[in-house]
């Protein structure tokens, strides 16, 4: 069963930077076919923010996050990246690292992901 790490969270301003990682241990990303952040603001459901098709590298994105948040890979590494620009105040929230072996309720539905970390803080001031 694979364990997975989130990391590089923190307190930024608006319309800084941040980079999650989520490292993932005792498997490989690629026993998964989809990896994929969420993110769960207070007094709100989590959401699906981005994911990426491990064997293709295949994205997709909430569209909120379109153009300002980017999914990546690192094979070698066994690491997920989420490179988040122009953060927003309503960006704030525990982002979530998540993996699935297969999306029978489709890619954004966190129904489709077996195994998450513990989530990372991400709190963006104004």
């Known amino acids: 069963q694979v364990q997975l790490v989130e990391s590089g969270g923190g307190l930024v301003q608006a319309g800084g930077s941040l980079r999650l990682s989520c490292a993932a241990s005792g498997r490989t990303f690629s026993s998964y076919t989809m990896v994929g952040w969420f993110r769960q603001a207070p007094g709100k459901e989590r959401e699906f923010v981005a994911a990426i098709r491990w064997s293709l590298g295949i994205t997709y994105y909430k569209d909120s996050v379109k153009g300002r948040f980017t999914i990546s890979r690192d094979n070698a590494k066994n690491t997920v990246y989420l490179q988040m620009n122009s953060l927003k105040p309503e960006d704030t929230a525990v982002y979530y690292c998540?993996?699935?072996?297969?999306?029978?309720?489709?890619?954004?539905?966190?129904?489709?992901?077996?195994?998450w970390g513990q989530g990372t803080q991400v709190t963006v001031s104004s």
């Open positions: 998540a993996a699935s072996s297969a999306q029978p309720m489709g890619v954004m539905a966190e129904g489709s992901y077996g195994y």
